[in-house]
């Protein structure tokens, strides 16, 4: 009998096969870089599936800002708070909340406001500018984002965003109630007022994951899935490749966008990856007779509203618990209440039949993305925590990866993503 053979060398073997993942395979398809996924699930398990699709550079404020951990203390045990902590004895999760406490100053935004805006920049504009596959397939539009706000009285959280957006030069305006109406006429809302940032867009993100697989596979890159990878195998300090439930799978360079499973792979690595899942959800239902076609965002609810071509988008919540995607109907029921109390136009019958999604969003505790290499470890990449902006960071992070890999100066500063910023 003929000994096995171990499969051939890839370049690089991605980890990951999420927006990040298969971002970062297309932009070193464009460099003629043979490139294998592995993911331990399919399609519908990946983090981004699901998730509202923004692509917004209005969302520059890092998630570690000061009032988060007010509110945060306000609604942690409220289980249909937008923000919740299922109460468990985790050590780590304790370190990582102790972290966040850290980085949850005025300072620290206005130090990382600027890089955060580059990178989410960045991603809109290989948005606009990707051909293969074509963006009209998974429904790229910039149809901005409108930020309503319930109550006249709400007004002040938005203030410091527009204020804030004014001086980074990124387009925003206040609406008012007669402005969003004529915006978009077909936008049934009493909310009083609403900020408006023109230039973000949003995606399907189903398809955008089903179209660019389809089309890496074509190009040759090899997608391995429902395969869990169990180890990274090393010959001292270089990385030779990964064991997985299917065999070794040999490679030059490993990138983990691996999400909320990094310190999974990294901890074997001796790298401490401070990320902690959480909990989003999404509801999505077929597209109302004459659907609205501006994304919003229900402010006081932290809600996020899509519309698509055929289906509408509800998705929010922030919730720590674990690694655990079970659904935890009050959770719905608050998305389902934000639907209510915002949109006059969304029938009750479509609410209760919603198809329910669950992802586990990768937390750091400043609030930014890990993009770069382990130093111990050069031909390993980390693009991973890049809790709810996964699609408003991924083709930038996909280049931003893609060029580590083949070691071109990098499109901007990776300083502040750095991998060993925690320590």
Same mark, same amino acid.
């Given at each position: 009998?003929?000994?096995?053979?171990?499969?051939?060398?890839?370049?690089?073997?991605?980890?990951?096969?999420?927006?990040?993942?298969?971002?970062?395979? *297309?932009?070193?398809?464009?460099? !003629?870089?043979?490139?294998?996924?592995?993911?331990?699930?399919?399609?519908?398990?990946?983090?981004?599936?699901?998730?509202?699709?923004?692509? =917004?550079?209005?969302? %520059?404020?890092?998630?570690?800002?000061?009032?988060?951990?007010?509110?945060?203390?306000?609604?942690?045990?409220?289980?249909?708070?937008?923000? *919740?902590?299922?109460?468990?004895?985790?050590?780590?999760?304790?370190?990582?909340?102790?972290?966040?406490?850290?980085?949850?100053?005025?300072? *620290?935004?206005?130090?990382?406001?600027?890089?955060?805006?580059?990178?989410?920049?960045?991603?809109?504009? /290989?948005?606009?500018?990707?051909?293969?596959?074509?963006?009209?397939?998974?429904?790229?539009?910039?149809?901005?984002?409108?930020?309503?706000?319930?109550?006249?009285?709400?007004?002040?959280?938005?203030? +410091?965003?527009?204020?804030?957006?004014?001086?980074?030069?990124?387009?925003?305006?206040?609406?008012?109630?007669?402005?969003?109406?004529?915006?978009?006429?077909?936008?049934?809302?009493?909310?009083?007022?609403?900020?408006? %940032?023109?230039?973000?867009?949003?995606?399907?993100?189903?398809?955008?994951?089903?179209?660019?697989?389809?089309?890496?596979?074509?190009?040759?890159?090899?997608?391995?899935? !429902?395969?869990?990878?169990?180890?990274?195998?090393?010959?001292?300090?270089?990385?030779?490749?990964?064991?997985? =439930?299917?065999? %070794?799978?040999?490679?030059?360079?490993?990138?983990?966008?691996?999400?909320?499973?990094?310190?999974?792979?990294?901890?074997?690595?001796?790298?401490?990856?401070?990320?902690?899942?959480?909990?989003?959800?999404?509801?999505?239902?077929?597209?109302?007779?004459?659907?609205?076609?501006?994304?919003?965002?229900?402010?006081?609810?932290?809600?996020?509203?899509?519309?698509?071509?055929?289906?509408?988008?509800?998705?929010?919540?922030?919730?720590?618990?674990?690694?655990?995607?079970?659904?935890?109907?009050?959770?719905?029921?608050?998305?389902?209440?934000?639907?209510?109390?915002?949109?006059?136009?969304?029938?009750?019958?479509?609410?209760?039949?919603?198809?329910?999604?669950?992802?586990?969003?990768?937390?750091?505790?400043?609030?930014?993305?890990? +993009?770069?290499?382990?130093?111990?470890?050069?031909?390993?990449?980390?693009?991973?925590?890049?809790?709810?902006?996964?699609?408003? /960071?991924?083709?930038?992070?996909?280049?931003?990866?893609?060029?580590?890999?083949?070691?071109?100066?990098?499109?901007?500063?990776?300083?502040?993503?750095?991998?060993?910023? %925690?320590?």
């Amino acid at each position: 009998m003929a000994a096995a053979t171990e499969p051939p060398e890839s370049d690089v073997v991605i980890i990951g096969a999420g927006a990040i993942g298969l971002s970062t395979a *297309y932009y070193l398809l464009q460099r !003629n870089v043979s490139v294998t996924i592995i993911d331990q699930g399919t399609l519908q398990d990946r983090c981004s599936f699901g998730n509202a699709g923004l692509v =917004a550079p209005s969302h %520059f404020i890092p998630l570690a800002s000061p009032g988060v951990i007010a509110k945060g203390l306000k609604w942690m045990l409220n289980p249909e708070s937008p923000f *919740y902590i299922h109460p468990r004895l985790d050590l780590n999760l304790l370190k990582w909340l102790w972290k966040f406490r850290h980085f949850a100053t005025m300072e *620290y935004v206005v130090r990382h406001r600027g890089p955060l805006l580059e990178m989410l920049s960045l991603t809109l504009k /290989l948005f606009q500018e990707m051909k293969t596959p074509d963006p009209a397939s998974f429904e790229f539009r910039q149809h901005g984002l409108l930020m309503l706000i319930e109550q006249e009285q709400n007004r002040k959280e938005l203030d +410091l965003l527009y204020r804030t957006a004014q001086e980074l030069n990124v387009p925003a305006k206040w609406l008012s109630q007669a402005e969003i109406r004529e915006l978009d006429p077909n936008l049934q809302t009493d909310c009083p007022a609403g900020l408006y %940032f023109p230039e973000d867009a949003h995606i399907e993100p189903g398809k955008f994951l089903r179209e660019m697989s389809t089309y890496l596979q074509k190009q040759g890159v090899k997608i391995i899935e !429902n395969t869990l990878v169990h180890k990274i195998r090393r010959e001292g300090s270089h990385i030779t490749g990964v064991d997985t =439930a299917a065999g %070794f799978v040999p490679a030059k360079s490993i990138v983990l966008a691996t999400g909320a499973w990094t310190p999974r792979l990294t901890r074997e690595l001796s790298v401490d990856v401070p990320i902690q899942p959480a909990k989003g959800y999404s509801l999505t239902l077929p597209a109302p007779e004459n659907l609205f076609h501006t994304p919003l965002i229900l402010t006081e609810t932290k809600v996020a509203v899509t519309p698509f071509q055929e289906r509408l988008r509800f998705a929010g919540t922030l919730e720590f618990a674990g690694i655990n995607l079970s659904i935890n109907p009050r959770r719905v029921e608050a998305i389902r209440k934000a639907a209510r109390r915002y949109l006059k136009n969304i029938p009750e019958d479509a609410l209760q039949q919603a198809t329910i999604w669950a992802g586990l969003r990768p937390c750091t505790p400043d609030g930014l993305p890990i +993009l770069g290499r382990i130093p111990e470890h050069p031909n390993v990449i980390i693009a991973a925590g890049h809790a709810m902006l996964g699609i408003s /960071l991924s083709t930038g992070s996909g280049l931003l990866a893609a060029q580590l890999v083949t070691e071109e100066t990098p499109a901007i500063n990776l300083e502040p993503f750095r991998v060993m910023r %925690f320590k």
